[in-house]
T-cell receptor
Framework: QKEVEQNSGPLSVPEGAIASLNCTYSDRGSQSFFWYRQYSGKSPELIMSIYSNGDKEDGRFTAQLNKASQYVSLLIRDSQPSDSATYLCAVNVWTGNQFYFGTGTSLTVIP | GAVVSQHPSWVICKSGTSVKIECRSLDFQATTMFWYRQFPKQSLMLMATSNEGSKATYEQGVEKDKFLINHASLTLSTLTVTSAHPEDSSFYIC???????????FGSGTQLSVL
């Protein structure tokens, strides 16, 4: 397995705060990067995708990518209790047509 | 978005029996299917990658004779867990990818319990 690392948490933030989730990857051949949200017993659902260095914003979510540092992050602004879930970082190694997931970060938003 | 149908949602079987899990892309043609396994509180572990019409590529440590993957068409992939043992109990998730798109579309998952 290609190495994708995340802080497993749990991460707790108060409602309305900014939640910051981080991910590092080891394969410099990684081309695409994704953040998925997974509720217990459910399949992951895609939150954000990012392909080039910099920031990408979508509503309350901002993904940040730094390929030189092999680092990708997800910021959740105005966190809501419904955001409480496990967040998975995934990378796509294009040459191998494979997707690898990090261990996930458990986020709890406290009302 | 694209829909991937996976069934059964959960299955309980006796040790030594085989279980087949189906994954269908309902409104698109999946050129690649991925099969993952997830143990409680752990991440998704890629088991194998299958392309339509060709043999699956298994990740290191995954026994291809135990986890049989068939990707007979662009809309159907199956995973058969042969001679299941209690340690095979896990959440199995399929995902599909469309050529030209890098996003994965996930099935709803199958919770397998082997007694």
């Amino acid at each position: 397995q290609k190495e994708v690392e995340q802080n497993s948490g749990p991460l707790s933030v108060p409602e309305g705060a900014i939640a910051s989730l981080n991910c590092t990857y080891s394969d410099r051949g990684s081309q695409s990067f994704f953040w998925y949200r997974q509720y217990s017993g459910k399949s992951p659902e895609l939150i954000m995708s990012i392909y080039s260095n910099g920031d990408k914003e979508d509503g309350r979510f901002t993904a940040q990518l730094n390929k030189a540092s092999q680092y990708v992050s997800l910021l959740i602004r105005d966190s809501q209790p419904s955001d409480s879930a496990t967040y998975l970082c995934a990378v796509n190694v294009w040459t191998g047509n494979q997707f690898y997931f990090g261990t996930g970060t458990s986020l709890t938003v406290i009302p | 978005g694209a829909v991937v149908s996976q069934h059964p949602s959960w299955v309980i079987c006796k040790s030594g029996t085989s279980v087949k899990i189906e994954c269908r892309s309902l409104d698109f043609q999946a050129t690649t299917m991925f099969w993952y396994r997830q143990f409680p509180k752990q991440s998704l572990m890629l088991m194998a990658t299958s392309n339509e019409g060709s043999k699956a590529t298994y990740e290191q440590g995954v026994e291809k004779d135990k986890f049989l993957i068939n990707h007979a068409s662009l809309t159907l992939s199956t995973l058969t867990v042969t001679s299941a043992h209690p340690e095979d109990s896990s959440f199995y998730i399929c995902s599909a990818r469309v050529r030209g798109f890098e996003k994965l579309f996930f099935g709803s998952g199958t919770q397998l319990s082997v007694l």
